[in-house]
């Protein structure tokens, strides 16, 4: 017969018994925190005439995002942003065909993606209009810096 011990081991990491069931009820508690701080998805969509992922929140919201703001989704094809799935507990959604989620937390918070993506996104446009314009720009950066003014005295 196996000896009952008081200790959990986990990988090469080790815990005591009571140790462990006291990680477990805080992980509990901040899950039932988390819960009451962040509405729930209650069902998801991909609007293909508005190219908006609709969802509808457990609070009675509801939130519209451009497919092209999200990271992964904007590349994606039609049918792959229309595979739109609630995850988990209702605390997000995934695209399983593009291996990408997204929490409610952060698309509430206008989170769309990595850190990269991010930068990518605040970055405005900076594509010339037209061919004449695009010819301006190209010379004016051949030209060299302004002279400095000449101060007097």
């Known amino acids: 017969m196996a000896k009952k011990t008081n200790v959990v081991q986990v990988g090469h990491l080790t815990w005591k018994q009571d140790a462990w069931d006291q990680m477990l009820a805080n992980a ?14 209650m069902a998801v969509r991909y609007d293909r005439k508005s ?23 904007a590349t994606a ?5 229309s595979n739109v799935r609630i995850r988990g507990p209702n605390w997000a959604i ?9 929490t409610v937390e952060s ?8 850190t990269q993506w991010m930068i990518g996104l605040s970055k405005p446009a900076s594509r010339p209009k037209s061919p004449r314009s695009a010819s301006a720009i190209r010379a004016n950066g051949r030209k060299e810096s302004r002279p400095k003014k000449l101060v007097t005295v």
């Not at 698309?107 to 990595?114: E, I, P, R």
């Open 28 to 41: 509990d508690r901040a899950a039932e925190d988390y819960a009451r701080s962040w509405p729930r998805v």
């Open 51 to 73: 190219k908006l992922v609709v969802l509808e929140l457990s609070n009675a919201a509801q939130l519209a995002i451009p497919a092209d703001k999200l990271q992964g989704v």
């Open 77 to 81: 094809t039609e049918a792959a942003r």
């Open 94 to 102: 995934e695209f399983p065909k593009i291996d990408e989620q997204f």
């Open 107 to 114: 698309l509430l918070t206008g989170v769309f993606g990595n």
